[in-house]
């Protein structure tokens, strides 16, 4: 059975510094999904990222996938308050003939002034 | 569009009430599925159905029947509700299983 896990699980970091987000899946899946998600709202897609070797990049987060590592990375840039909220990682899996998103635990960012 | 909606947006139900939650999705998308969130636990598949008429079991379907008679509308029924059952819903839709999903703005749902 397909497990995501994420770490940290809570990350409290101050503005203007680097951080990284790790996402690692239990087996094989070539599609992975970057969420926000912000207290009491529903889940913003960040990145959809479908092959090998995927990076993307908006404005202060990066986000990575090696297929062959299972690990996907979301990366901050110089953090700013304004990026704070949960961030899930999904790994897309095909389960009894359809689509099945299962995900991680989530990471709760805090970015202090 | 207005994408995904769901009513309601809160409610409490006592021990063994049954309820609906609606969704509804204007996008034309033929993959819709329903998702429970608890907290630690990020989110986790209950129903899905992959065009008018078709449903199936996702991994927590247990206390929780769906139907889906139009592309539009899927709704979720509780028919017995449970505490254990107190969670956020969110419903979901995409064009097609392969591309990327869509989120409703979840019902917050307090069974006491």
């Known amino acids: 059975e397909l497990k995501v896990e994420q770490n940290p699980l809570f990350l409290s970091m101050q503005e203007g510094k680097n951080y990284t987000i790790y996402c690692n899946y239990s087996?094989?899946?070539?599609?992975l999904y970057w969420y926000r998600q912000d207290p009491g709202k529903s889940l913003e897609s960040l990145f959809v990222?479908?092959?090998?070797?995927a990076v993307k990049q908006e404005g202060r987060l990066m986000a990575s996938l090696d297929t062959k590592a299972r690990l996907s990375t979301l990366h901050i840039t110089a953090a700013v308050h304004d990026l704070s909220a949960t961030y899930f990682c999904a790994v897309d899996t095909l389960w009894q003939g359809a689509q099945k998103l299962v995900f991680g635990q989530g990471t709760r960012l805090t970015i202090n002034p | 569009n207005a994408g995904v909606t769901q009513t309601p947006k809160f409610q409490v139900l006592k021990t063994g009430q049954s309820m609906t939650l609606q969704c509804a999705q204007d996008m034309n998308h033929e993959y819709m599925s329903w998702y429970r969130q608890d907290p630690g636990m990020g989110l986790r598949l209950i129903h899905y159905s992959v065009g008018a008429g078709i449903t199936d079991q996702g991994e927590v379907p247990n206390g929780y029947n769906v139907s889906r008679s139009t592309t539009e509308d899927f709704p979720l029924r509780l028919l017995s509700a449970a505490p254990s059952q107190t969670s956020v819903y969110f419903c979901a839709s995409s064009y097609d299983f392969s591309y990327e999903q869509y989120f409703g703005p979840g019902t917050r749902l307090t069974v006491t």
């Open positions: 087996t094989t899946s070539d599609r």
């Open positions: 990222l479908l092959s090998n070797g």
